[in-house]
C-alpha cells in the first residue's frame, strides 16, 4: 500500500503550477500505459490458469499474485487520471 500511497502523494504535489500540455501528455501517456497493463494482466491470468490446470500450483500462484500487484497498480494510475482529468477539463 505504501507504494502506491507515496507516488500518488509526490503526483499531487508535483502537479500543482504545470502547464495544461504537460497534463494533457501526462494524461495520455497513463491511458496508453493502462492499455498495456490491462493486456499483461490478461496474459498473466491466462498463464497461471493454464499451469493452474497443468498442476504447477506454485508457479500459478506467483502469477495469480503478481497479477494482484498489477490491479493494484492499475487502481493507482486509473486514480492518477482522474485527477488529471480534473486539472485539465476544470473551468477556469
Not at 28 to 34: A, F, N, P, S, T
Not at 36 to 43: D, K, S, T
Amino acid at each position: 500500500m505504501k507504494k502506491v500511497i507515496i507516488p500518488f502523494l509526490f503526483f499531487l504535489f508535483y502537479s500543482c503550477g504545470r502547464s495544461k500540455s504537460d497534463i494533457k501528455k501526462e494524461y495520455d501517456h497513463l491511458i496508453l500505459q493502462e492499455q498495456i497493463n490491462e493486456g499483461m494482466l490478461r496474459v498473466k491470468i491466462d498463464s497461471a490458469d493454464a499451469l493452474n490446470t497443468q498442476g504447477l500450483y506454485k508457479d500459478a500462484a506467483l502469477l495469480y499474485q503478481q497479477a494482484d500487484s498489477m490491479v493494484v497498480l492499475s487502481k493507482a494510475m486509473r486514480d492518477r487520471r482522474k485527477k488529471l482529468a480534473e486539472h485539465l477539463f476544470k473551468v477556469d
